[in-house]
């Protein structure tokens, strides 16, 4: 004989647990719908953006007035492959030109100085050939003649006796040069001076939500076909969500809670880093390309200085931004609660305040501010796959060189390299600018470790 007993309880702990475990289940199923809607979006990004990128290989480039910055028509380009087979073509209306080559390799490309307009001539004559090499299949590599006022007969002229004076009077356009790279570099250091302040998490991963910024206003603007101001700022809503809140819900949190190490979590975040890297690969190709109708943009003229409109606005918007976050940090409560959490986060936590809810918040934050660099800087020199990871150690020498944790002094630190690296470029060739400045930075750390800010001002 079987005896079923049943046991009633309807009592408040009984009421509790049920609420608990339907909030449970509520949450899992939320989780779940979340990641398969990303991934459906990302599935959906692959299936439109593949078709519509599709290019062959090749090298391109745009020749401009030094003075207007408009591009110059009917300018002589050469591309010499191994085999010695010449491919000739002409700049187009906009100064554009594009030469589709059979395979990756090494290429020499050169200008004509005789089809430039009177009164032109190249900056430096020792460079009116370039040698390139294509790295790999499907991908369209940029080449710039940079242009000076001169005149050039047969193959160019030498260089005039007042060049050092030419080239020192570029100081105030370096300058200038200098304050917008830094400005760019400083976004994405306060993002990652945000995170390490709170989480204590050196994230090589962040050069990957630069490149989403870019890449996602280059969907939206220029295979979708939106304004590229409506672009913008869906990229930087849509990499806040993706790059900020989604990755730190489902990666960065769970690890937390297991007591993942830091040394376990940079090792992760630089495998996060490398796949992301070849996913953008994989969807937008290997071609380094512009926003539409702002490749070639005249400049403005302010005294010795020439800056082009786009420049100038996102520049401006840059600076805003970077005024809102200190704004935030230093009068909201959202932003004491973080600089409380980036100070010690088990006193924080006993005092009342939300570690988790800060952490998401300074995650969203980042990565905004940082898909914004990313736009910044392909409206300076177009969107590619690894746009953020060329300038990831930058940013990583702006944030140490302020004080790593600390958002003033990465801002401060960012400045400070973005200036030496234009202004170095007076003294050293400009494909070694990047030295220069992580090479002060090692001189500075050996002076002063902890950064320029980095005991003085602990912002988060």
Avoid: C
């Avoid at 004509?112 to 991908?139: C, F, H, I, Y």
């Avoid at 206003?217 to 869906?234: E, K, Q």
Wanted: proline share 3%; no cysteine.
């Amino acid at each position: 004989m079987r005896t079923r007993l049943r046991v009633v309880d309807d009592g408040p702990g009984l009421l509790a647990h049920r609420r608990d475990t339907r909030a449970g289940l509520l949450r899992r199923r939320w989780a779940l719908r979340s990641l398969a809607g990303v991934g459906a979006l990302l599935l959906g990004l692959g299936a439109s953006v593949l078709p519509a990128l599709a290019a062959d290989t090749g090298l391109k480039g745009t020749v401009k007035d030094p003075v207007s910055g408009s591009g110059i028509a009917g300018v002589s380009i050469t591309v010499t492959g191994a085999d010695g087979t010449p491919q000739t073509v002409t700049t187009a209306a906009d100064g554009t030109w594009l030469v589709q080559v059979p395979s990756a390799g090494k290429y020499e490309v050169t200008i004509d100085q005789t089809t430039l307009p009177d009164g032109l001539t190249l900056a430096d004559q020792s460079k009116v050939t370039a040698k390139v090499n294509v790295l790999s299949e499907g991908r369209v590599q940029t080449v710039l003649f940079k242009l000076a006022a001169g005149t050039a007969g047969e193959g160019g002229t030498a260089p005039s006796a007042d060049a050092p004076a030419s080239k020192w009077s570029q100081i105030p356009q370096l300058t200038v040069d200098g304050l917008i790279f830094g400005i760019v570099i400083a976004l994405a250091a306060v993002g990652l001076s945000l995170v390490f302040g709170t989480t204590k998490l050196t994230n090589f991963a962040h050069g990957e939500l630069i490149a989403l910024g870019g890449l996602s206003t280059y969907f939206f603007n220029g295979v979708v076909g939106l304004p590229l101001i409506l672009s913008a700022a869906l990229a930087v809503v849509v990499s806040a969500f993706v790059g900020g809140w989604v990755q730190n819900r489902y990666l960065w949190k769970p690890l937390r809670k297991r007591g993942t190490g830091l040394i376990a979590a940079l090792v992760v975040s630089i495998g996060l880093g490398l796949f992301l890297r070849y996913f953008f690969l994989f969807i937008f190709g290997g071609q380094t390309r512009s926003f539409d109708a702002y490749a070639g943009q005249a400049g403005i003229e302010i005294g010795p200085v020439l800056i082009t409109p786009k420049d100038l606005i996102s520049s401006t918007i840059g600076i805003l931004l970077i005024a809102l976050t200190t704004f935030w940090l230093l009068k909201t409560q959202a932003g004491k609660a973080t600089r409380a959490v980036a100070d010690n986060p088990a006193l924080a936590s006993a005092s009342g305040i939300d570690v988790e809810k800060v952490i998401s918040t300074v995650w969203v934050l980042g990565a905004g501010l940082a898909s914004f660099s990313g736009i910044m800087l392909g409206l300076q020199v177009g969107v590619s796959w690894q746009m953020g990871f060329t300038i990831l150690l930058l940013v990583f020498a702006g944030s140490v060189l302020g004080g790593l944790g600390t958002a003033f002094g990465a801002i401060l630190g960012s400045i400070i390299v973005g200036l030496l690296v234009q202004l170095s470029t007076l003294i050293i060739p400009t494909e070694l600018k990047y030295v220069g400045a992580l090479v002060v930075l090692i001189i500075i750390l050996l002076i002063r470790p902890q950064g320029i800010l980095g005991k003085a001002e602990r912002i988060g």
